[in-house]
């Protein structure tokens, strides 16, 4: 199975950005689908954005024009830029890659964004 890592969090204040990274072991084209979920505490981990069939990409409301999923599949990272940060995106940011054989997680990396 597939082992993916992500670092790339934080505290931040209003307004800065971040750029979290999700490394695979093996291959980005193992994966059938990959995205970047967060859970904040006492909350439902929710989507935060997401490849659905290869190149096309999805984002949650709260995230749409700050927020940009990227992969490098040379590298087998994929990234999300995280702009113009607010207080509601703290939470732990989590990788995922789905297979027909089952979901990998990251063990998630923490981003906190706070004056």
């Given at each position: 199975q597939v082992q993916l890592v992500e670092s790339g969090g934080g505290l931040v204040q209003p307004g800065d950005a971040l750029r979290l990274s999700c490394v695979a072991s093996g291959s980005l084209y193992s994966f059938?689908?990959?995205?970047?979920?967060?859970?904040?505490?006492?909350?439902?981990?929710?989507?935060?954005?997401?490849?659905?069939?290869?190149?096309?990409?999805?984002?949650?409301?709260?995230?749409?024009?700050?927020?940009t999923i990227s992969r490098d599949d040379a590298e087998n990272t994929m990234y999300l830029q995280m702009n113009n940060l607010q207080p509601e995106d703290t939470g732990v940011y989590y990788c995922l890659g789905s297979t027909r054989n089952g979901d990998s997680w990251g063990q998630g990396t923490q981003v906190t964004v706070s004056s």
């Open positions: 059938t689908g990959m995205g970047w979920y967060r859970q904040a505490a006492g909350k439902k981990r929710e989507m935060v954005a997401a490849f659905i069939g290869g190149s096309t990409t999805i984002y949650g409301d709260s995230v749409k024009g700050r927020f």
